[in-house]
């Protein structure tokens, strides 16, 4: 849907200047940065831009795109309309997609145009690092509000201040810096350097600070499987030896107190089934998605807002939900929103383009994917812009030296039939 079949040209062309390495930067600090700072809650200054990134699609000759937003989705806005729906939140819905699914349609086109990523992903890195360490010096005083979130994240826990740096809340921050998590961990498993093990400490840190044990445990699930997938001697090495490491940490974390400590506590809530964060996530999202979509059309779903139209008056007579206020899952978003035939979509898209698209190819596009594919099922939501640009990474080979030899093999060939030049050293 996004092109992104095609190698990107930041591996190709002469080697740039400092000016064309950043024409992007802008666009990208306001997005993982300021991207809400000052708008009404769900209003994002990127979705806000996408008219211009629609002319900007359009003057680089891109066609068809909202003709193939509108093909795709065609068959479910006729049978949801025939079946009744709210038309004010349908329509408003239905344009706040298209907006995102615009904005995503030019990050995957500025992608295969970026010249030298691994820099841009340096820079953020390095930004973001700095405005972490400023967020510390307000932790605790009257002007935290906006960098960090005070929240109780499991029943009979204490409250504790989490980084959330101007973002709606801290795990939105930490699925933010993911792509620039695993990729700093993907530098060190090729090449453990110090520069490379600096980078990793200075991503790994904030997140951290975010504690969003969401993220933290998808993508400790996404680095495990990666190893076992991963067939190349030098790589299943390392990334075992890493992921086991990490989990070894953890499970010292969890035994080492007598169950006062959060993390304890939390495990220990999540098994008994007493944990209503994660509870509401998953069982309860899944549930109430099924209902809502049972109550309209199994197959086609409530069409779209509707969910949360319904979800309003539903809570009122169902004590069995009475914590849940909205599906906190995406894969219930979708079953809701687009009943079995979505559902079927979307897990039929992710599994071709994994292997259309090699994902496997690359332990960096290969870490993502797993963990966007494990975490749609324990949180994010249909409109959450942040996810979906982790799929257009994950669908996008970005590094060449994060490439197998074959796929690198095959760059090469694109290269020599065009009139590229493979630029050697992004950053790594």
């Given at each position: 849907?996004?092109?992104?079949?095609?190698?990107?040209?930041?591996?190709?062309?002469?080697?740039?200047?400092?000016?064309?390495?950043?024409?992007?930067?802008?666009?990208?600090?306001?997005?993982?940065?300021?991207?809400?700072?000052?708008?009404?809650?769900?209003?994002?200054?990127?979705?806000?831009?996408?008219?211009?990134?629609?002319?900007?699609?359009?003057?680089?000759r891109?066609?068809?795109?909202?003709?193939?937003?509108?093909?795709?989705?065609?068959?479910?806005?006729?049978?949801?309309?025939?079946?009744?729906?709210?038309?004010?939140?349908?329509?408003?819905s239905?344009?706040?997609?298209?907006?995102?699914?615009?904005?995503?349609?030019?990050?995957?086109?500025?992608?295969?145009?970026?010249?030298?990523?691994?820099?841009?992903?340096?820079?953020?890195?390095?930004?973001?690092?700095?405005?972490?360490?400023?967020?510390?010096?307000?932790?605790?005083t009257?002007h935290?509000?906006?960098?960090?979130?005070?929240?109780?994240?499991?029943?009979?826990?204490?409250?504790?201040?989490?980084?959330?740096?101007?973002?709606?809340?801290?795990?939105?921050?930490?699925?933010?810096?993911?792509?620039?998590?695993?990729?700093?961990?993907?530098?060190?498993?090729?090449?453990?350097?110090?520069?490379?093990?600096?980078?990793?400490?200075?991503?790994?840190?904030?997140?951290?600070?975010?504690?969003?044990?969401?993220?933290?445990?998808?993508?400790?699930?996404?680095?495990?499987?990666?190893?076992?997938?991963?067939?190349?001697?030098?790589?299943?090495?390392?990334i075992i030896?890493?992921?086991?490491?990490?989990?070894?940490?953890?499970g010292?974390?969890?035994?080492?107190?007598?169950?006062?400590?959060?993390?304890?506590?939390?495990?220990?809530?999540?098994?008994?089934?007493?944990?209503?964060?994660?509870?509401?996530?998953?069982?309860?999202?899944?549930?109430l998605?099924y209902?809502?979509?049972?109550?309209?059309?199994?197959?086609?779903?409530?069409?779209?807002?509707?969910?949360?139209?319904m979800?309003?008056?539903?809570?009122?007579?169902?004590?069995?939900?009475?914590?849940?206020?909205?599906?906190?899952?995406?894969?219930?978003?979708?079953?809701?929103?687009?009943?079995?035939?979505?559902?079927?979509?979307?897990?039929?898209?992710?599994?071709?383009?994994?292997?259309?698209?090699?994902?496997?190819?690359?332990?960096?596009?290969?870490?993502?994917?797993?963990f966007?594919?494990?975490?749609?099922?324990?949180?994010?939501?249909?409109?959450?812009?942040?996810?979906?640009?982790?799929?257009?990474?994950?669908?996008?080979?970005?590094?060449?030296?994060?490439e197998?030899?074959?796929?690198?093999?095959?760059?090469?060939?694109?290269?020599?039939?065009?009139?590229?030049?493979?630029?050697?050293?992004?950053?790594?």
């Amino acid at each position: 849907m996004f092109s992104t079949l095609d190698y990107p040209s930041s591996a190709m062309g002469n080697r740039p200047g400092f000016f064309s390495i950043n024409k992007f930067l802008p666009f990208l600090l306001i997005y993982f940065f300021v991207n809400n700072v000052g708008l009404p809650h769900g209003l994002q200054y990127t979705t806000v831009l996408a008219p211009l990134f629609y002319v900007w699609l359009f003057l680089k000759r891109e066609k068809f795109i909202v003709t193939r937003y509108v093909f795709v989705f065609f068959p479910f806005v006729i049978v949801q309309i025939i079946d009744g729906v709210n038309m004010y939140y349908y329509v408003r819905s239905y344009i706040l997609l298209l907006l995102i699914y615009i904005v995503l349609y030019a990050c995957a086109t500025m992608l295969r145009r970026m010249h030298a990523p691994g820099r841009i992903f340096d820079m953020i890195i390095m930004v973001n690092f700095i405005l972490a360490c400023l967020a510390l010096l307000v932790l605790n005083t009257s002007h935290s509000d906006p960098i960090w979130a005070t929240d109780v994240i499991t029943s009979g826990s204490e409250a504790i201040s989490r980084l959330r740096l101007l973002t709606y809340e801290p795990s939105y921050y930490a699925t933010l810096m993911v792509p620039f998590f695993v990729f700093a961990l993907a530098r060190v498993i090729r090449a453990p350097k110090k520069k490379n093990i600096l980078r990793f400490i200075l991503i790994a840190a904030p997140m951290l600070m975010a504690f969003s044990l969401g993220v933290i445990a998808s993508l400790v699930i996404a680095i495990y499987v990666a190893s076992l997938w991963t067939v190349k001697e030098f790589i299943r090495k390392k990334i075992i030896m890493l992921s086991i490491g990490i989990i070894i940490g953890i499970g010292f974390l969890f035994v080492q107190n007598s169950g006062h400590d959060i993390l304890t506590l939390r495990v220990h809530n999540v098994l008994s089934g007493e944990d209503s964060s994660g509870n509401t996530r998953i069982y309860e999202a899944d549930a109430l998605a099924y209902e809502l979509a049972k109550s309209t059309s199994i197959w086609w779903g409530a069409g779209f807002g509707q969910a949360k139209l319904m979800l309003e008056s539903y809570i009122t007579y169902s004590d069995r939900f009475i914590h849940q206020f909205r599906l906190t899952n995406v894969v219930a978003s979708t079953f809701a929103t687009f009943g079995i035939v979505g559902l079927l979509a979307r897990f039929s898209l992710e599994v071709y383009l994994f292997f259309r698209i090699r994902v496997y190819a690359s332990y960096f596009r290969l870490m993502l994917f797993l963990f966007m594919f494990v975490y749609q099922f324990t949180g994010s939501y249909l409109t959450n812009i942040a996810e979906y640009v982790i799929w257009v990474l994950a669908f996008t080979p970005l590094f060449p030296e994060l490439e197998d030899k074959s796929s690198r093999h095959l760059l090469c060939n694109r290269v020599h039939k065009g009139n590229y030049k493979l630029v050697a050293g992004s950053g790594a």
